[in-house]
């Protein structure tokens, strides 16, 4: 089961936390709230992908959907702290630079 919580929010950004698996159902979710959020007025989305245990590539394709309709509405999206196995998909999909994966926590518009 994944969470995704909003943890803090400014007129910056907006952190969310992600926590559980990022596959099937779970990246669905995370991608509905991003588009809630979006749909909201929140630009700019943190996500700390910390909690992450796992994301297969239906989590890969949820984040990059996520990234893609940020951008479309003249916002952003990055990723902080995530977990080695996450770290690892997505260095090897080569979207770890494209997305901003950062190794800590970091709230701060892009």
Known sequence: ???????HTS???TLVTVSGELAGSGSERLLARLD??????????????SGVTFC??????ALVRGH??????AG??????AS???TKVLELSG???????KSAVDTVTP
């Open 1 to 7: 089961m994944l969470e995704v919580t909003v943890t």
């Open 11 to 13: 007129p910056a950004s």
């Open 36 to 49: 809630r959020l979006l749909d909201n007025g929140h630009r700019y989305v943190v996500l700390d992908l």
């Open 56 to 61: 297969d590539s239906s989590g890969v394709s």
């Open 68 to 73: 893609a309709r940020a951008s479309a509405t």
């Open 76 to 81: 952003g999206l990055r990723l902080s702290a």
């Open 84 to 86: 080695a196995q996450v």
């Open 95 to 101: 979207l770890a630079r494209m997305l901003g994966l």
